[in-house]
């Protein structure tokens, strides 16, 4: 089972540019598709940026799409999400999160079909 934690989150103005970083301790990491979410204060957790247990498909909300690129290094068991030309909108806790399925063809965008929840990371924007 994935043991994920997130770093990277911050303060930056809009415009700015950042990236987050999720570590898995566990063995399982490239055996998952793995997907980038977020929570707003108030607002339900949505999902952001997945990409598959090979590194070889990604897909993204149409919200970050051009804006934010999600990337993994198997060898360092480590997932990545770089983005750029932030706005404001983009404030929210960022959580990474492994696909309850291993070496699973389909990128999947659901909450309840991710598991493995880190503890998130802050990310604000500013105007």
């Known amino acids: 089972q994935a043991q994920l934690v997130e770093s990277g989150g911050g303060s930056v103005q809009a415009g700015g540019s950042l990236r987050l970083s999720c570590t898995d301790s566990g063995r399982t990491f490239s055996r998952a598709n793995m997907g980038w979410f977020r929570q707003a204060p108030g607002k339900e957790r949505e999902f952001v940026a997945g990409i598959s247990w090979s590194g070889s498909t990604t897909v993204y909300a149409d919200s970050v799409k051009g804006r934010f690129a999600i990337s993994r290094d198997n060898a360092k068991n480590t997932l990545y999400l770089q983005m750029n030309s932030l706005k404001p909108e983009d404030t929210a806790v960022y959580y990474c999160?492994?696909?309850?399925?291993?070496?699973?063809?389909?990128?999947?965008?659901?909450?309840?079909?991710?598991?493995?929840w880190g503890q998130g990371t802050q990310v604000t924007v500013s105007s």
């Open positions: 999160a492994a696909d309850l399925l291993y070496f699973s063809y389909s990128l999947r965008m659901g909450v309840e079909q991710y598991g493995s």
